[in-house]
Each structure stands twice: as C-alpha cells, then as structure tokens.
C-alpha cells in the first residue's frame, strides 16, 4: 500500500496505491515523484484538521484532474480551485465504500486522453467510509484491475463545478 502499482491499464495508464499517506505530507511525497501533467490524484477521507493548501499548492503543476471522497472532500476540492484553478475535480458523494472506490475508479479510466498515472494517495485518513487504509486500498486495486474488463455506464457522482449553489 505505499507506492505499489496495482495495474497498468490497456493504454499504458499506471495504477498506484498510496494509500498509506493518509496525511498531506505523506500524499506530498507520493505526488513528489511524477512528472507534471501527469497525474490523476484520489484524495479524500478524514484530515483531522490538516490542511492541503501547502500540498496542492506545492505539487499543482503535476495534477492532471482530482477526484475526492469521503466527509472532508470539500475541503480538498476548496483547495484545488485556490492552488490549481485549471484542474478538474470530480467528487462522489457516496458513502459505500466500494461503490464511491469504483466510481472514482471508473470517472478516472474514462478521462481523455488516457491518464498516465491514477495515484491514490488519500491524504486524509480512512475511517470514515473503510475500516482502515489497507481496505481502502485493496478497493482501489480491485477496481482498478476490474475497470480494463468492464464497460461502465453513468455516473452517480457530478463535477464539482456543476454543483448547484458551487462557484465556477
């Protein structure tokens, strides 16, 4: 669950399993080491009242889109549209723990063109949806791993920008 690549997708897509940075400067490390543009980032979980801003802000040249989770996903989505206003974020508000992992594993399969990396590295611990990062991972990879062999149909989630009552 650190750094692990949990598949490599038809398209040459990297799937990475970081989902022992369960604090931003832990998710901070994990993004360190890709190139920019390249990475489509999964955060979300609880951050115990940590911040991301010095995270998105440091590593936004390197974020390709964002998609978050889990009860403090607004706070990381506020802090990519202050530190990377350019970047696409999707949320799921599902609380499933499977079904909001696959959902966000199929928006990012569905990204063109075809991402270079999907790095999980919440940022945020995991117990407010999965009973710890390891199930929070193996979810991740399983729907990784799944998402090559099935052809998904719709979304329950929405881009944040299409939120009523959210800003541009």
């Known amino acids: 669950h650190r750094g692990e690549t949990v598949h490599t997708g038809p398209h040459g897509t990297v799937w990475v399993d970081n ?23 999964l955060a979300g979980g609880q951050l115990k009242g940590a911040s991301v ?7 936004a040249a390197r974020l390709r889109a964002v998609g978050v989770l889990g ?7 506020a802090a990519v549209r202050r530190h990377a206003p350019g970047v696409e974020v999707y949320a799921t508000a599902s609380t499933d723990p499977a079904g909001a992992m696959d959902e966000l594993v199929s928006w990012a399969a569905r ?14 611990a995991s117990l407010d949806m999965y009973t710890g990062m390891a199930q929070r991972g193996d979810l991740f990879a399983a ?26």
């Open 111 to 124: 990204l063109e063109p075809p991402a270079k990396v999907v790095l999980l590295a919440p940022a945020a």
């Open 53 to 59: 801003d010095e995270l998105v802000a440091k590593h």
């Open 143 to 168: 729907a990784a791993r799944r998402e090559d062999r099935e052809n998904r149909a719709g979304s329950r989630g929405e881009h944040i920008d299409s939120i009523p009552g959210g800003t541009p």
């Open 71 to 77: 009860v403090d996903r607004e706070m990381i989505t």
């Open 19 to 41: 989902s022992k940075a369960t604090n931003p400067h832990a998710a901070a490390a994990a993004l360190a080491g890709h190139e920019d543009g390249e990475v489509v980032w």
